[in-house]
């Protein structure tokens, strides 16, 4: 998806130069931008220090008071997603920003995501490139794949499609789904790598696998037109079948398109591959984050 262009900055340069190449003032994200950021912010899974930290809101800021950069982090996060407190962006930014300070990679991911959407501090995309780079080279997965989306789209840098797969490389690595998603893109387009196919199919199936609705949609796409895989409408209608189980409009408009020609056999096998998919793979259909 296309980003907007401020200032630039070389793609080599540190973060501290960051901060010096501006983008040229707020601008509106679009929605389905808007959307694509709060699916990857860093929403990591509750460490064993986090599980330690009191549930009670006021033993919790006693901890992030006196110093507990775990308590900070949570705090953070809390009044972002407005769990058990009222959603406060500005107090979320408050706590982040302490933890971050002191190097948190979790909450300086994060801080940069409340600077890039403009949420409880102004649009900033060159403080969210700062903070995401900072995390990113702590070896944050989700910071990694923010820190490539921004090449990519030229948020606050000079866009770079080689940076950008280079962290998204590293992201994959890691198992990001996002990642993964956005390499298949690139290996379709051969935006910044030869294309290919079969390479494309490989990362879109690593994401599929873990949930990633978008990426199973592409691979209902992949079915569908024979790229990368043999044609198969079956695969193509299961794959949509799974995509439809979160809810996603994209895949109940494309399912009843796909299935039009299809036969009452064809409907049946794909209905019956696509529970025997979730059941031998129940990440296809995730719960819930529990946290940002």
């Not at 931008?33 to 006021?58: F, R």
């Not at 403009?118 to 403080?127: D, H, P, S």
């Not at 387009?189 to 079969?198: A, I, Q, T, Y």
């Amino acid at each position: 998806m296309e980003g907007f262009h401020g200032r630039s900055l070389p793609a080599k340069q540190p973060a501290a130069m960051a901060k010096t190449a501006c983008a040229a003032g707020p601008v509106a994200y679009r929605a389905a931008m808007k959307w694509i950021v709060a699916l990857l912010v860093a929403a990591t899974s509750l460490t064993g220090d986090d599980k330690k930290l009191p549930t009670e809101l006021p033993k919790l800021k006693s901890l992030a008071t006196n110093g507990s950069v775990e308590a900070q982090y949570q705090l953070g996060l809390l009044y972002a997603t407005g769990e058990t407190v009222p959603q406060d962006y500005e107090e979320s930014v408050k706590w982040y920003t302490m933890a971050a300070k002191r190097g948190l990679a979790k909450a300086q991911n994060n801080l940069g995501v409340r600077f890039e959407r403009g949420e409880g501090v102004n649009q900033n995309f060159c403080e969210a490139l700062t903070w995401y780079l900072k995390a990113a080279e702590q070896g944050n997965a989700f910071a990694q794949t923010n820190l490539g989306a921004m090449f990519a789209r030229g948020n606050g840098v000079r866009r770079n499609v080689e940076e950008s797969i280079k962290w998204y490389r590293k992201a994959a690595t890691q198992g990001d789904a996002r990642a993964q998603n956005f390499l298949g893109h690139n290996y379709r387009r051969g935006n910044g790598v030869v294309r290919d196919l079969k390479e494309a199919v490989k990362y879109f199936r690593l994401a599929a696998n873990q949930g990633y609705v978008d990426a199973q949609n592409s691979m209902a796409v992949r079915y569908k037109n024979g790229e990368g895989v043999e044609k198969d409408m079956v695969k193509c209608l299961a794959w949509r079948i799974i995509a439809c189980e979160h809810g996603n409009f994209t895949a109940f408009t494309w399912k009843a398109k796909d299935s039009k020609d299809m036969t009452p056999a064809q409907h049946k096998a794909a209905e019956d591959l696509a529970k025997e998919m979730i059941k031998q793979n129940p990440k296809l259909i995730p719960a819930p984050p529990a946290d940002e």
